[in-house]
């Protein structure tokens, strides 16, 4: 309980960046779009913890994988290979 222990945990799952990175491409106009929104918020959630309004604060960040581009001509789909 948050009011008795004054501790509490939270987990954040910001999925905007990969799905417009899978949709349109790390290198669109999209993708870009969404980092800097992302960036932005991150900026204002640091510049918080730093001014003393987030005492006590572990903010950790981690990512599963990155993006490349890859051309639609040279991919090999394996779900639509011959068993």
């Known amino acids: 309980n948050v009011k008795e222990t004054g501790k509490a945990y939270f ?4 999925d905007a960046i990969d799905s ?5 491409g790390p290198s669109s ?3 870009d779009a969404e980092v ?3 960036l ?3 900026g204002r ?3 918080s913890a730093m ?6 604060t572990l903010l950790l960040m981690t990512a599963d994988h990155g993006q490349t581009e890859v051309s639609p ?6 779900n639509q290979q011959a068993r």
């Open 45 to 47: 959630l640091w510049h």
């Open 73 to 78: 001509e040279t991919t090999i789909y394996l």
């Open 40 to 42: 932005t918020m991150m």
């Open 36 to 38: 800097d929104t992302f």
């Open 29 to 31: 106009g999209q993708f």
């Open 51 to 56: 001014s003393g309004k987030l005492n006590n």
């Open 11 to 14: 987990f954040v799952y910001f």
């Open 20 to 24: 417009l990175g899978h949709i349109y």
